[in-house]
C-alpha cells in the first residue's frame, strides 16, 4: 500500500537548459530524444516553428522553445536536441532545447512548489518550481507551450 | 448473448440487403409479375429479419416481419403488386435504414416503432383478404372458435390454461421460497389496432414485476398476432397482485386486466388434461421457449445502453472494406518478393565492399527489381483499397423515382460505369455532392411537362449519371436535357442580391457568371421548394469535392440542358510529383496541375496593371514568382532565364515561376501532423524524399 503512495506522489522529469535555467518536461509525454538534424522550413508560420522533420516516416513539426519562451536564439551546438512530446490535442511535436541533462524524480508534495501565475499571463509556460539538489527547476507547462496563443 | 462482436457483420450485410431490397422493389415496380423479383425480395426481407432478431434488434424485426408477411402472400399469388404497395416498401426501406444508421451511430435502433408504417403494411394485407373473402372468414372464424370456447361466462380465462408438470412444480417451488403466483387475463380493446404490439408491451410491463410462467395462447402466436381480443398468463412475483394489475392496465389500449392468486387446486394439471394431449405437449415445450426470448430480449439492449456512452459521438462500428482473398494473394506474393528483394541487396552491397568488380552494376540491377517490386506492391494496395462506385450510385434510381413524384415531372435516370473503382475515402463523401447536383438537375434543370412539350423534347425528362476513368483522374458526369443554366437570371439574380456590381457583371463571361452559382448561398429557383433553392448546395458540393482534391465544372447550353463534370483523382496518398528547388529549398508541385514549362527570358516579362504577365501561344498568363510566395530568397540573378511551370485550374492559367527543375517522382503525401496541417493554405502536405528530408508539397491551385 506504501509503495502505490510514493509512485502516486513523485513524477519523473526529464531535465533540459534553456541558457542559464533549468526546465522539467514530464516523461509521461516524451516520445523520444533525437539529436538536431535539419528542418525543412514551412512558409508562413510563426517565428517559433521551425519547420518540420522526418521521424522514421512520419512528419513532425517542431518548435523553437528558446522563441516560444521569448528567450533569445542561440545557434545549435553538439548538445542541442529535439525532445519529441506527443499531447493528445495536437499530437507529436518536438522542442529543441539546448541541452538534455538528467532525467529526475520530484515528489509532487514535498519538493515541488506550485505556481499561482496570473492565468491570462501569455507568457506562462512554468506550472511549478521543482527543488532538486542546489538547483531549482521549472516544471513545463506542455498544454501552455503547444496551446495556440 | 454477447453479440457486438457481429454488429459490423451486421451492418455490412444490411446495407447490403437493403440496397437490394431497393433495386428489386424498383423492379417490380416496373415488372409487377416478375417472380424472380419477388422470391429474391422475400428473401432478403427474411434475412434481414433473422438478422435484426438474432442481434435483438426488435423494432427492426417486427418491421421486417410485416414486409415478409406482405411478401409471402404476394408470393403465393394472393395479392397482387400495385402502386400503392411499393410506395408503402419503399417506407419501410427509408425506416430500416433509418434503425441502421441508428445502430451505427450508437449501437442502438431508436425507439421509433413505426406504427404507421406497420398499420399501412397490414392494410395491404386486409386488401387480400377482401380479395378473397371466404377465406378469410373461413380463417376468422378459425380464429375465433377457440376464443369463444374459453370465453363461456368466467373472465378468469387463466382458469383453462393447462399447467404441464414442469409449470406445476415451477409454481410450487415458488410458493416454497415465498414468491407469489397470480394468473392473469388481459382484454385487449376491440379498438387496438396492433394487437401483437400491445400485447409485447403487456409482457414487457408484467416483466418488470414478476416472471411469465406460461402464456395461452402461446408467446410465438400471440406475437404473430394469432389471438382474439385477450390473452391469459401465469406469473411468479414478489409484488402484491394489485401492483401486476396496475402494471398491465397502465399499457394503453388494454381494456381491462382480470388478476387472481392462482390456487392450483383450481387448476388444469397435466393428468386431469388427458382430453388435450396434443396441445398439452405443445404448451410443455413452449415452456422452455418463452422465458428465452423474455430473457434475451432486454439484454442486448440494456448492454448497448450501457456500452455506448463512454464512446460518446463517436459511430461505434470502424469502417471496413471487403477485400477480395486474391487480391490479399497478390500483396503477400509482393511482400515475399520484397525480402527476397532485400536480400539480395544485402548480398549484392557485401560483395561490393569486397571490392568484387562488377558488383556495382548487381547493386543497380537489385535496385531496378525493388523498384519493380515497390511499385507492383503500390498498386496492390491501391487496389485493395478501391471499391466501385456502385455502392453510392445504386440509390439515386430511387431517389430520382421519389423525386419523380414529388416534383410531378416524369424523368428517367440512365446510369453507366458504375463499375468504375475509386478510393474508399472518395467513394464514401461523395454520394452527397452527387446527390446534390441530381436533386439540382431533376428540380432545376428539367423543365415541367408543358414547356417541354411546347420545346418539342419528348415528355419523359432524361438524366445520365456517367463515371468512367480518364488517365490519373475518374470523371463522374451529372447531365440533363433540361432548361440548362441561364446566364441572364443569373447575373439579374447576384446583382440584386448584390453579389456583384453591374459593372462587374458587364465584364464577365458567361462562364464566370456561371460560376457565380458555386458561391454560399446562391440559389436562382424562385421558390422554395422541399427538394432544392435554400442555396445550400452547389457551394457545398464544391467545397466537399476541392476537399477530395478534385473539381467541379459545369458546361450549359441554354434550353438544351446542363453538364456537371466532376474530377477526382484516383488515388489520394501517392501521386506524381514534379520536384523543384527555390530558393535552395525542396518543393513537390503535382504533375497532374502542370501544363508545360517554359524557358522565359526576363525581358519576355511584361506588365499589366502593375502585375507580371507573360505573353503565350496567344494567351496571356499572369506570373506569381515562387520566392516572394514563400517569403525566400532566389538563388538566381535578375538576368537568367526564367524557369516557368504554367499551371491549369478550370479555364484559368498561370506561370510559377520556379529556380530548378529536379525531376520527376513519384511522392507519398503525408500529414505534417495535427499542429501544422491547414495553416498555411500554399501547403497542401509534405512528403519524404529518398535522403530522408522532407520536402512540402505545394498546392498550385492556390497560386492561380
Redesign the interface.
Known amino acids: 500500500m506504501n509503495d502505490l503512495k510514493v509512485i502516486d506522489e513523485t513524477s519523473q522529469f526529464i531535465v533540459v537548459s534553456l541558457g542559464q535555467e533549468q526546465y522539467g518536461i514530464d516523461i509521461r509525454f516524451v516520445e523520444n530524444i533525437v539529436r538536431m538534424q535539419?528542418i525543412?522550413?514551412?512558409?508562413?508560420?510563426p517565428a517559433y516553428?521551425k519547420?518540420?522533420?522526418?521521424l522514421r516516416?512520419?512528419?513532425?513539426?517542431i518548435m523553437n522553445l528558446r522563441l516560444k519562451m521569448g528567450l533569445p536564439d542561440v545557434e545549435e551546438t553538439k548538445k542541442t536536441r529535439i525532445i519529441i512530446i506527443k499531447m493528445e490535442?495536437?499530437?507529436?511535436?518536438g522542442l529543441i532545447v539546448d541541452e538534455v541533462k538528467e532525467v529526475v524524480t520530484l515528489d509532487m508534495e514535498a519538493e515541488v512548489e506550485k505556481m499561482a501565475f496570473d492565468k491570462d499571463d501569455r507568457n506562462n509556460y512554468v506550472s511549478g518550481v521543482g527543488k532538486h539538489g542546489d538547483g531549482l527547476i521549472s516544471l513545463l507547462d506542455l498544454n501552455a507551450v503547444?496551446a495556440e496563443k | 448473448m454477447d453479440v457486438s462482436q457481429y454488429l459490423e457483420i451486421f451492418l455490412d450485410e444490411t446495407t447490403e440487403h437493403l440496397q437490394n431490397l431497393n433495386t428489386q422493389i424498383l423492379t417490380l415496380e416496373q415488372e409487377p409479375e416478375n417472380m424472380d423479383t419477388i422470391n429474391e425480395i422475400f428473401r432478403a426481407a427474411h434475412s434481414l429479419k433473422g438478422m435484426a432478431g438474432t442481434m435483438g434488434y426488435k423494432r427492426m424485426q417486427t418491421l421486417t416481419h410485416d414486409m415478409e408477411n406482405v411478401f409471402s402472400e404476394v408470393r403465393n399469388g394472393n395479392i397482387k403488386v400495385k402502386a400503392s404497395m411499393i410506395d408503402v416498401l419503399f417506407q419501410c426501406l427509408d425506416a430500416l435504414e433509418e434503425y441502421t444508421a441508428n445502430i451505427r451511430e450508437s449501437g442502438d435502433e431508436g425507439t421509433n416503432d413505426n406504427e404507421v408504417i406497420i398499420n399501412l403494411l397490414n392494410d395491404q394485407l386486409k386488401g387480400k383478404e377482401e380479395a378473397s373473402k371466404e377465406a378469410a372468414k373461413a380463417q376468422t372464424a378459425e380464429k375465433e372458435a377457440p376464443a369463444s370456447d374459453n370465453g363461456s361466462g368466467d373472465r378468469r380465462k387463466w382458469l383453462q390454461i393447462k399447467l404441464g408438470s414442469t409449470e406445476t412444480m415451477v409454481i410450487n417451488e415458488a410458493l416454497k421460497q415465498g414468491l407469489k403466483v397470480y394468473g392473469a387475463t388481459v382484454y385487449v380493446q376491440e379498438t387496438c389496432l396492433l394487437k401483437a404490439a400491445r400485447a409485447f408491451l403487456v409482457f414487457k410491463a408484467i416483466e418488470e414485476v414478476g416472471e411469465v410462467i406460461v402464456s395461452s395462447p402461446s408467446a410465438q402466436d400471440i406475437e404473430d398476432e394469432r389471438f382474439g381480443f385477450d390473452f391469459s398468463v401465469i406469473v411468479i412475483s414478489e409484488h402484491p397482485v394489485e401492483k401486476l394489475k396496475a402494471a398491465i392496465e397502465n399499457v394503453s389500449e388494454i381494456a381491462e386486466a382480470v388478476t387472481e392468486p392462482i390456487d392450483l387446486s383450481q387448476m388444469k394439471t397435466e393428468g386431469e388434461a388427458k382430453t388435450a394431449p396434443k396441445e398439452e405437449k405443445k404448451e410443455t415445450t413452449q415452456v422452455v421457449a418463452t422465458p428465452a426470448p423474455a430473457a434475451q430480449a432486454p439484454a442486448p439492449s440494456d448492454k448497448n445502453k450501457t456500452g455506448v456512452k463512454p464512446a460518446g459521438a463517436k459511430p461505434v462500428v470502424n469502417r471496413t472494406v471487403r477485400v477480395d482473398i486474391e487480391k490479399l494473394d497478390v500483396l503477400m506474393n509482393l511482400v515475399s518478393e520484397l525480402i527476397i528483394a532485400k536480400n539480395s541487396l544485402v548480398v549484392a552491397s557485401e560483395a561490393r565492399l569486397q571490392g568484387d568488380p562488377g558488383s556495382q552494376s548487381n547493386v543497380n540491377e537489385q535496385i531496378e527489381y525493388l523498384e519493380s517490386v515497390t511499385t507492383n506492391l503500390h498498386e496492390s494496395v491501391m487496389k485493395v483499397r478501391m471499391v466501385p462506385i456502385e455502392s453510392v450510385v445504386n440509390k439515386f434510381p430511387r431517389m430520382i423515382r421519389d423525386l419523380s413524384k414529388k416534383l410531378d415531372k416524369k424523368m428517367e435516370l440512365y446510369m453507366s460505369g458504375e463499375e468504375t473503382e475509386l478510393d474508399r475515402t472518395v467513394v464514401d463523401e461523395i454520394g452527397d455532392p452527387l446527390m446534390h447536383l441530381l436533386r439540382n438537375a431533376a428540380d432545376h434543370g428539367l423543365e415541367s411537362a408543358e414547356v417541354r412539350a411546347e420545346r418539342g423534347k419528348p415528355e419523359v425528362g432524361s438524366i445520365w449519371l456517367e463515371a468512367y476513368q480518364d488517365g490519373n483522374n475518374v470523371v463522374i458526369e451529372v447531365r440533363d436535357d433540361g432548361n440548362g443554366i441561364d446566364a441572364e437570371k443569373i447575373k439579374n439574380k447576384a446583382i440584386a442580391r448584390g453579389t456583384i456590381t453591374e459593372e462587374q457583371a458587364a465584364n464577365m463571361s458567361e462562364k464566370e457568371i456561371i460560376d457565380l452559382l458555386f458561391l454560399p448561398s446562391f440559389s436562382t429557383a424562385d421558390k422554395v421548394t422541399d427538394v432544392s433553392g435554400r442555396g445550400v448546395g452547389l457551394d457545398v458540393v464544391k467545397s466537399k469535392i476541392e476537399a477530395l482534391s478534385g473539381e467541379v465544372e459545369v458546361k450549359t447550353v441554354l434550353g438544351v440542358g446542363s453538364t456537371w463534370i466532376i474530377r477526382l483523382p484516383l488515388t489520394l496518398a501517392i501521386i506524381q510529383a514534379l520536384m523543384v528547388e527555390v530558393g535552395g529549398e525542396k518543393y513537390a508541385i503535382s504533375l497532374g496541375s502542370v501544363q508545360t514549362i517554359e524557358d522565359v527570358s526576363p525581358d519576355e516579362i511584361k506588365l499589366v496593371q502593375n502585375k507580371e504577365v507573360i505573353h503565350l501561344r496567344g494567351s496571356v498568363i499572369p506570373i506569381v514568382r515562387l520566392h516572394k510566395e514563400l517569403d525566400i530568397e532566389s538563388t538566381k540573378s535578375p538576368e537568367d532565364n526564367l524557369i516557368v511551370l504554367i499551371a491549369k485550374k478550370g479555364d484559368r492559367m498561370a506561370g510559377i515561376v520556379v529556380d530548378e527543375l529536379l525531376g520527376q517522382q513519384e511522392i507519398v503525401i503525408k500529414s505534417m501532423g495535427k499542429y501544422i496541417d491547414n495553416k498555411c493554405k500554399l501547403i497542401s502536405g509534405a512528403t519524404i524524399l529518398g535522403d530522408g528530408e522532407v520536402a512540402l508539397i505545394l498546392d498550385a491551385n492556390v497560386l492561380i
Open positions: 535539419h525543412t522550413r514551412v512558409p508562413k508560420m516553428l519547420g518540420v522533420i522526418n516516416g512520419e512528419v513532425i513539426p490535442q495536437c499530437g507529436s511535436i503547444t
